[in-house]
T-cell receptor
Framework: GENVEQHPSTLSVQEGDSAVIKCTYS??????FPWYKQELGKGPQLIID?????GEKKDQRIAVTLNKTAKHFSLHITETQPEDSAVYFC????????????FGSGTKLNVKP | NAGVMQNPRHLVRRRGQEARLRCSPM?????VYWYRQLPEEGLKFMVY????????ESGMPKERFSAEFPKEGPSILRIQQVVRGDSAAYFC???????????????FGPGTRLTVL
């Protein structure tokens, strides 16, 4: 089965700095990679996703990059704000049904004002 | 604009009791997924259901756990004879069916936090 590893487990940055979270996956057939943000006591919220037919996707301050050859993908948050503080999870799944997500262990991001 | 709804949000049970968790998918979604999250860990897939069908239950423990998604009403995750190790947050997610839209994206509910005393 698929194995997703995520690093770092904790990340502390100063407000305005950038944050990068990295994930690797083991199954070369995986082709869908969502990122979720989870605030304390809440469910995971989808913030961005990428499919294997593209190498990069950007949405305002958030971007995701994918390297299929190396089997790793990364989340980039620029101009961080205190409200970005949360736990971030990467995940991987594969078509055609995408029914099972394999999650990383999470990164706790702390943005210091 | 209701998202995925789960209830109860918090559930306390004593060892040996039954826990029943409910999930109502987003409007128009016909696929439901259940995940379990232990403290300080990522989410682990349990089961994937469509209306009246279990499609993939490869993540479900072989005993005491069952899930259903009836033709009418919410999806139910049922845990019989709970033990302390069942204490966790249980999340439900939903996605549109093949004929309705994208099947890849899953939207999560707020979760049910189960505590077994």
């Amino acid at each position: 089965g698929e194995n997703v590893e995520q690093h770092p487990s904790t990340l502390s940055v100063q407000e305005g700095d950038s944050a990068v979270i990295k994930c690797t996956y083991s199954d070369s057939a995986s082709n869908y990679f969502p990122w979720y943000k989870q605030e304390l006591g809440k469910g995971p919220q989808l913030i961005i996703d990428i499919r294997s037919n593209v190498g990069e996707k950007k949405d305002q301050r958030i971007a995701v990059t994918l390297n299929k050859t190396a089997k790793h993908f990364s989340l980039h948050i620029t101009e961080t704000q205190p409200e970005d503080s949360a736990v971030y999870f990467c995940a991987a799944s594969k078509g055609p049904n995408f029914n099972k997500f394999y999650f990383g262990s999470g990164t706790k991001l702390n943005v210091k004002p | 604009n209701a998202g995925v709804m789960q209830n109860p949000r918090h559930l306390v049970r004593r060892r040996g009791q039954e826990a029943r968790l409910r999930c109502s998918p987003m409007k128009g979604h016909s696929h439901v997924y259940w995940y379990r999250q232990l403290p300080e860990e990522g989410l682990k897939f349990m089961v994937y259901l469509q209306k009246e069908n279990i499609i993939d239950e490869s993540g479900m423990p072989k005993e005491r756990f069952s899930a259903e998604f009836p033709k009418e009403g919410p999806s139910i995750l049922r845990i019989q004879q709970v033990v302390r190790g069942d204490s966790a947050a249980y999340f439900c997610a939903s996605s549109p069916g093949l004929t309705s839209g994208r099947t890849d994206t899953q939207y999560f509910g707020p979760g049910t936090r189960l505590t077994v005393l």
